[in-house]
């Protein structure tokens, strides 16, 4: 079901696209209709192919979700909060590994043939220095590690990069976000959220674009175009026809497609 709706997408996709072309084709074109449709649909075509290669570009590029980014600042500011954040980590680290030892800042995690590996967490709001990061390196030294993973809210000192090249082990740095990417969503493990940033208020005009834009308006918007493009077999088409008929299968389209106006609700589980 979900993959058929998917290709009704698409389709729909389409189908704005060529209503587009149609428009200004009919306009420059008038005496050959068949010539129109058939540029119509080439281009209409071409255009939704190179959209389609660029957003699968664009997906392997994109990161996190908003609301991923959002579940990700409040599970640092959750732990920050908590007196014993290490103990999240262990459980974490057992899901996957045997030989786990919590310290207080940091744990470490013996692999076979006497690999090991420390993770600190530094849940301080001031962000990952480079004079933190030597004080770090100072405490987890002695315990001769090959790896040491350092967890921090951000990197707010660009030195810390070059400093990386200084020490033997292999240094790896995770802000709030790549934690609860490479980490948290890797092992499927997340902490719980118990305390969480305040939203912002959501301004008037986010609104009146929620409403202008809704999913519900694509009908409207779709069927005002079809009657300005309908009319267009019978009437002399003039230049005020095309903008306003674009216009209109622009506001169809975002209205359609736009994720942003057009939240999903979460499928009942249970």
């Given at each position: 079901m979900r993959r058929l709706s998917l290709i009704f997408q698409e389709i729909l996709k389409f189908a704005f696209l060529f209503?587009?072309?149609?428009?200004?084709?009919?306009?420059?074109?008038?005496?050959?209709?068949?010539?129109?449709?058939?540029?119509?649909?080439l281009l209409s075509t071409s255009i939704y192919l190179l959209f389609f290669f660029l957003r699968r570009r664009k997906k392997v590029k994109v990161g996190l979700k908003l609301k991923e980014k959002e579940d990700a600042e409040n599970m640092f500011l959750s732990l920050a909060c908590e007196e014993n954040y290490m103990d999240f980590f262990e459980k974490l680290s057992l899901t996957k590994h045997k030989n786990v030892e919590k310290h207080k800042k940091y744990l470490t995690i013996t692999h076979p043939e006497h690999v090991k590996t420390v993770l600190w967490a530094d849940f301080?709001?001031?962000?990952?220095?480079?004079?933190?990061?030597?004080?770090?390196?100072?405490?987890?030294?002695?315990?001769?590690?090959?790896?040491?993973?350092?967890?921090?809210?951000?990197v707010s000192d660009k030195k810390v990069f070059t400093l990386l090249g200084s020490f033997k082990e292999k240094i790896e740095i995770f802000d709030q976000y790549q934690t609860y990417e490479?980490?948290?969503?890797?092992?499927?493990?997340?902490?719980?959220?118990?305390?969480?940033?305040p939203s912002e208020k959501k301004l008037v005009l986010k609104d009146f674009f929620a409403y202008s834009f809704n999913k519900k308006r694509t009908k409207g918007y779709l069927f005002s175009a079809l009657v300005l493009i309908l009319s267009s077999l019978f009437l002399r088409t003039t230049i005020y026809y095309c903008i306003v008929a674009s216009i209109l299968v622009v506001f169809a389209i975002i209205s359609q497609f736009n994720p942003r106006f057009n939240r999903k609700d979460n499928p009942e589980i249970l």
């Open positions: 209503l587009l072309f149609f428009i200004w084709l009919r306009f420059l074109i008038r005496k050959n209709f068949v010539l129109v449709i058939v540029l119509s649909a301080s709001f001031d962000g990952l220095t480079s004079n933190k990061l030597l004080e770090i390196y100072k405490q987890v030294k002695k315990e001769k590690a090959t790896k040491i993973v350092i967890l921090c809210k951000e490479k980490l948290y969503k890797y092992y499927n493990v997340f902490p719980e959220i118990s305390k969480k940033y």
